[in-house]
């Protein structure tokens, strides 16, 4: 379980909320000084109760939000986690300014019934540091183009920009798609800059479920970031254009909650309210997983954030970040069993020299360099970060789900960690030493056996014989056979395959 990271209380950190780039210390501390954010007690939480002026009997208030959208008949297809449930009301103040919030947060603080009582934190996103291109960094041309062959040959996409998509190969989803490929039924919300329509979201992105909770107008992604961390979970594969993603088959839920361009010297924004909103939203529809790219690097701000995800009973992915230290902001370093965090990582499963990491709150490497992704409504980009890295293992979550809807929080988190492979680069920079193998993970959670290639629950000669025929090519596997029959992580079938199945089976 990872910790904490202990704050000296006496040390006043400036406080950041940013789609992860290099941060930079403010030399203010933003506050929407029109509302404070309360957290009710959790026996103090009443489900159907619509709280009222008179609950806080205080006269600097207008009127009050519900961040928290629950009722007794949606309990049952919500993913809020009840035993833990917390109330989260945005308080409106009559006269806005900064001293009547102050005066609001000292009068509230003594209610009994009130767990914290907070400033809506404006955060702004700094620029980001990334690299961004048309086409893969030179060095690693090569290296991609030596592997296309043979992964091309085992289960292939006809997307225009597949062969650029060397993190598929490096994290075995291909290998993964041999036993499933998502399911719409699986519901992944992404906190992010909004999401633009594409071609590649065809039937993937839900319009009826997506929700702004920015002043913005618009759902669309102002900030150039949403779009391509969706592209790589969810675009749609084999419609001869772009890219595939991770899960082609998924429910693509956009949750805005960042205004403005994230990559200019301005700043992209959000409020404390915002994330909160968003996240309890997400648990109010059911939402399966969440996939985020934010940060609080100190306490300012964190309870409403914390208190949010407490109220949430699904699993979310959250990036590292990328200025090279191992000081892990909130949420990621948040002590709760339902986050994932993801370092970045490159085409040699090597940690990327600006990545984040940690041996106790970062868990696992996803490629997060030189990935190809989605942009604009007809443009492919190559982009950087670990903001790109969180995304294969959402995808992979998303896969899991696929294949056993059942999963509790726990089980998901585990079937990914367990399932890492070790890179020594990773060895004390992240919890598990490893990056991310989705097609272990989802061998864990199907059932199949490797190696068994008729898919019968055991491991006999036949499995042998069978795989013999595979690689004399007197028979063509299936894509499922294909994955059980690759023993030895090739991407081939060969004799070799047959003689460890044959060893397996003799045993």
């Not at 959208?69 to 409106?92: G, H, M, N, R, V």
């Not at 010297?265 to 909160?276: D, E, F, N, P, Y």
Request: glycine share 6%; aromatic share 8%.
């Amino acid at each position: 379980m990872k910790k904490i990271i202990s704050v000296l209380l006496s040390i006043i950190i400036i406080f950041s909320f940013s789609i992860f780039g290099k941060s930079e210390e403010l030399t203010d501390v933003e506050f929407d000084n029109s509302s404070v954010i309360v957290t009710m007690k959790h026996e103090y939480s009443i489900i159907d109760k619509v709280y009222t002026l008179e609950d806080f009997n205080c006269d600097k208030i207008a009127y009050i939000e519900d961040l928290t959208p629950i009722s007794s008949e949606s309990i049952e297809t919500s993913k809020y986690d009840l035993d833990a449930w917390k109330k989260i009301l945005q308080l409106y103040l009559i006269d806005a300014s900064n001293v009547n919030v102050e005066a609001v947060i000292s009068e509230l603080s003594t209610n009994e019934k009130i767990e914290t009582v907070e400033k809506n934190y404006v955060f702004s996103m700094n620029q980001k540091d990334e690299i961004e291109s048309l086409q893969l960094n030179t060095n690693n041309q090569a290296s991609v183009a030596s592997t296309r062959s043979s992964v091309a040959a085992f289960i292939s996409t006809n997307d225009v920009k597949f062969s650029e998509q060397y993190a598929l190969g490096n994290t075995s989803a291909i290998k993964a798609w041999g036993i499933t490929t998502g399911s719409s039924n699986v519901k992944v919300g992404i906190i992010d800059t909004g999401i633009n329509a594409h071609s590649d979201f065809s039937g993937n992105l839900s319009t009826t479920l997506s929700r702004n909770f920015t002043n913005e107008d618009s759902l669309l992604d102002t900030g150039n970031h949403g779009t391509k961390v969706a592209g790589i979970i969810g675009a749609k594969a084999n419609n001869n254009f772009g890219i595939a993603g991770v899960c082609w088959n998924v429910t693509l839920v956009n949750l805005k909650a960042y205004e403005d361009d994230a990559f200019t010297l301005s700043g992209g924004r959000t409020k404390a309210a915002w994330i909160a909103e968003a996240i309890n939203y997400a648990a109010s529809i059911g939402i399966d997983v969440l996939n985020m790219s934010g940060r609080a690097t100190d306490l300012l701000g964190r309870f409403s954030m914390l208190n949010a995800i407490d109220n949430y009973d699904g699993i979310i992915v959250i990036s590292s970040g990328d200025d090279g230290i191992s000081n892990i902001p909130y949420p990621a370093c948040y002590d709760s069993n339902k986050i994932i965090c993801v370092a970045s990582i490159d085409f040699f499963n090597n940690l990327v020299e600006d990545s984040n990491y940690s041996y106790t709150d970062v868990d696992l490497g996803a490629p997060g360099k030189d990935i190809c992704t989605i942009s604009e409504t007809n443009i492919t980009s190559i982009v950087n970060g670990s903001s790109y890295a969180a995304p294969y293992v959402t995808g992979a979550i998303a896969l899991l789900l696929s294949v056993n809807p059942n999963l509790t929080t726990s089980q998901i988190r585990s079937l990914i960690t367990e399932n890492v492979d070790v890179n020594s680069s990773l060895l004390g920079m992240v919890r598990t030493g490893g990056y991310l193998n989705i097609f272990n993970a989802i061998l864990d959670a199907s059932g199949y056996i490797l190696g068994d290639t008729n898919a019968d629950g055991t491991i006999t000669a036949a499995d042998a014989r069978l795989a013999l025929r595979f690689s004399s090519q007197l028979e063509t596997p299936s894509n499922l056979q294909r994955v059980l029959c690759d023993m030895n992580n090739d991407f081939y079938i060969t004799a070799a395959d047959s003689r460890t199945i044959l060893q397996m089976a003799a045993s």
